[in-house]
């Protein structure tokens, strides 16, 4: 029976859907015993110990792992990827994109089984492009996504435009467009710039096959007041920062790629002062989707999400996609929380001069500032009652009463609502009006805490560390970095205050790197140690088991490194929590028999 090794951490992009795959092939071959490692510090690793070792690209670039792979003298090594970056590796080994190994792996192993040998050459396929090094894993999108962006930027009317990615369809090169430039080299690239024209947008990736120079050459040449957006599958802190460094407008991964998301950051990125929400992963895609939609519509619209998630970036991102006339129509934001309630008429509404004491001057309402705009009363669910029936009326008659004028005036902008609460919980407390409710709750938009999108967390991290050094002026900043075991850290950790409180995080990172003079980011997490500590030791406190459940649902962390006593204490646990053992062995990813067994060792030692 050959013994297969799958080394691939559970931050790796798509972790799920590459074990399911990779177990389902094997699985099908009773003649090959697959082990999946994916604690990248495991370092009682020894690949020699297997016949084949599948390892993930960038989880080998730790040192260890990375020689012993290649010093490697009996196994069999492939190294998969999703990048076309590689590190210098002299084992015995192959390199493929992952697209090509899942593509041509199920002939692999039949092979094998035929055969009782590895045979290389399948996954030479002349037919497969990716399968060889010097294009392997080369991120790029569909044929589909690239005519989809094509056709939005050849319709845009703001000006040339350059589009420059090596991936580009040839049929969609030979094309004639209104304003917009293909280019698929950095040459062909240069020699457009080289004519100096009135540039508005660039689109570029990052990298180019056969070229030492980059995107970033092609960046550096952008003329003044040329907008720019990098798109590419390097998404990790490092790539990041560098673009946002570089002069990069906005950085989109390929990974996740949505139109909707291109579309509105396109169109964001022509805006001053327009917030961007940052992300790849499939809750912040569901999220543009939804913003780009609604900010089409007239009607007002709920946000709803925990502190510190974004719901006011939200709030202007949809104002600054639906109002076109902005320096007459402007955004206005009010925290009902703030608002005193016996001056809420008048900031909202506005008062005219002795309407009541202390009135000596007239004074202009939010509701009228804001004409054919939009107001975000953001955290409406603080509002007092007397206030919440006064907002109805507004809401219900589209019409605002200026205090100490008997005429009502007609409210022309567009209300957006924010909340942290749950409203419906509210109104059965008798503390929201139900009215109000129903005129509130209508199109709502939810924005996901942050422990529900942690794959974003490396992409925010590089943004807040590059406007860490821009908003303090630095100019030699460290070349900053974030080694695994911090970035592991940072992923582990729960974040209460969401986005907000990893943006502090990283901010006081920077600080203290800078003036330790060092590049190297720590982050100090009292809950992210507590997690190491609690991993591997006999567990029974309920916190910490529900803490344990939330890290491997998440695949921050893998079964194998807790104690069997931990493991049973989390198994009896989730048992009272009415969790069947089917759940719980795909949660701690065993098997059924697997948890029986444990079960019986620990009785008969007993």
């Known amino acids: 029976m050959a013994k297969i090794a799958l080394w691939i951490s559970a931050a790796t992009h798509n972790y799920a859907d590459r074990i399911a795959k990779f177990s389902a092939a094997f699985s099908a071959n009773m003649q090959c015993q697959l082990s999946i490692i994916n604690d ?7 690949p020699d110990e297997y016949d084949l070792v599948l ?61 009782g040998v590895f045979d290389f050459k399948l996954l030479m396929h002349p037919v497969n492009k990716w399968a060889h090094k010097a294009d392997a894993g080369h991120s790029r ?35 004639n467009y209104k304003n917009l430039v293909l280019a698929n080299s950095i040459e062909l690239a240069y020699s457009y710039l080289d004519q100096k024209p009135v540039l508005k947008l660039a689109v570029i990736d990052i990298k180019f096959n056969n070229s030492q120079k980059t995107g970033f050459d092609i960046l550096a040449k ?9 798109l590419t599958g390097f998404d990790g802190f490092g790539e990041c920062l560098n673009a946002w460094q570089k002069g990069a407008d906005f950085f989109i991964s390929k990974y996740q790629f949505t139109m909707e998301h291109f579309r509105a950051i396109v169109r964001l990125i022509q805006m001053d002062d327009a917030p961007l929400l940052i992300g790849k992963s499939q809750a912040m895609q569901s999220l543009w989707e939804r913003i780009a939609f609604y900010s089409g519509l007239k009607q007002d619209i709920l946000i709803t999400g925990e502190n510190g998630t974004g719901k006011e970036l939200v709030a202007k991102a949809i104002y600054s996609l639906s109002i076109k006339n902005q320096s007459v129509n402007p955004y206005v934001a009010v925290n009902c929380s703030a608002l005193h309630e016996n001056l809420f008429e008048s900031i909202l509404y506005g008062h005219k001069k002795g309407s009541f004491t202390g009135a000596i001057t007239d004074q202009i309402g939010y509701m009228e500032i804001v004409k054919g705009g ?21 809401l219900q008659e589209k019409e605002f009463n200026v205090l100490g004028k008997t005429k009502p005036e007609p409210f022309k902008g567009r209300l957006l609502y924010g909340t942290n609460r749950d409203l419906d919980k509210l109104v059965q407390e008798k503390r929201f009006r139900q009215d109000l409710y129903y005129r509130v709750l209508g199109m709502e938009i939810k924005v996901p805490p942050l422990r529900e999108h942690k794959e974003d967390i490396e992409m925010l991290a590089a943004y807040f560390t590059f406007r860490f050094i821009k908003q303090n002026e630095i100019t030699d900043p460290p070349d900053y970095s974030i080694g695994e075991i911090e970035l592991n850290k940072l992923k582990s950790y729960q974040y209460p205050g969401n986005i907000r409180e990893l943006e502090k995080i990283v901010i006081k ?9 060092s590049k190297d980011l720590f982050f100090d997490l009292p809950e992210a140690s507590e997690v190491a500590d609690t991993v591997g030791k006999g567990v029974s406190n309920p916190g910490k088991l ?15 490194g807790l104690s069997n ?6 198994i009896a646990h989730l048992k009272n929590k009415s969790f069947s053992m089917r759940q719980i062995a795909d949660l701690m990813g065993l098997n059924e028999q697997s948890l029986r067994n444990l079960k019986t060792r620990h009785k008969t030692q007993s």
Not at 83 to 109: M, T
Not at 565 to 570: A, E, G, I, R, V
């Open 222 to 230: 952008l003329p003044n007041g040329a907008k720019s957006i990098m």
């Open 55 to 115: 390892a993930h690209e960038s989880d080998i670039k730790h040192g260890v792992l990375e020689d012993k792979l290649t010093n490697a003298a009996k196994a069999t090594v492939i190294l998969f990827t999703g990048a076309d970056q590689y590190p210098e590796f002299r084992g015995k080994s192959l390199y493929i994109s992952y697209a090509a190994l899942a593509e041509l792996l199920d002939g692999f192993i039949e092979n094998y089984v035929a055969n």
């Open 565 to 570: 006593t931990t493991k049973l204490n989390l």
């Open 546 to 560: 529900d803490m344990l459940r939330e890290l491997l649902s998440g695949k921050m962390i893998s079964s194998r």
């Open 40 to 46: 990248t510090n495991n370092t009682a690793f020894h």
């Open 374 to 394: 939009i107001l975000f009363l953001d955290e409406v669910s603080e509002l007092p009652e007397a206030q919440q029936a006064k907002l109805l009326r507004t």
């Open 509 to 517: 990172a920077c600080a203290e790197a800078l003036l330790a003079k």
């Open 141 to 175: 999108l569909s044929d589909a996504m690239f005519k989809g962006i094509i056709h939005f930027l050849d319709g845009l009317q703001i000006g040339n435009i350059l589009f420059a990615d090596d991936d580009i369809p040839k049929t969609l090169l030979k094309l």
